[in-house]
């Protein structure tokens, strides 16, 4: 079995989740990472295209940190602290 790139399973999971590119970006946007429509683009290309981009391990990651404050919304730092009694 060949290993996947970051690029297939970004697509992967944009397929599954049904997601547009501005929506990728907008998922971006809540862990402070901006990236432009043009550079989604060219990460979705096919590896042999001209303006194929490789997508690093710092873009997948963010997305995936945004992703989960997407589906779940933000963490709560102020939670009261549970005693024992």
Do not use: W
Request: contains cysteine; proline residues 4%.
């Amino acid at each position: 079995m060949a290993n996947m790139s970051n690029n297939d399973i970004l697509k992967k999971l944009r397929v599954a989740l049904h997601l547009r590119n501005d929506e990728i970006i907008e998922i971006m946007k809540h862990v402070n990472f901006n990236i432009s429509k043009g550079e989604i683009g060219d990460i979705f290309r096919n590896e042999d295209h001209p303006n194929f981009k490789k997508c690093g391990d710092q873009i997948l990651r963010n997305f995936l940190n945004g992703l989960i404050i997407h589906l779940r919304g933000p963490r709560e730092e102020n939670r009261e602290p549970k005693t024992e009694n």
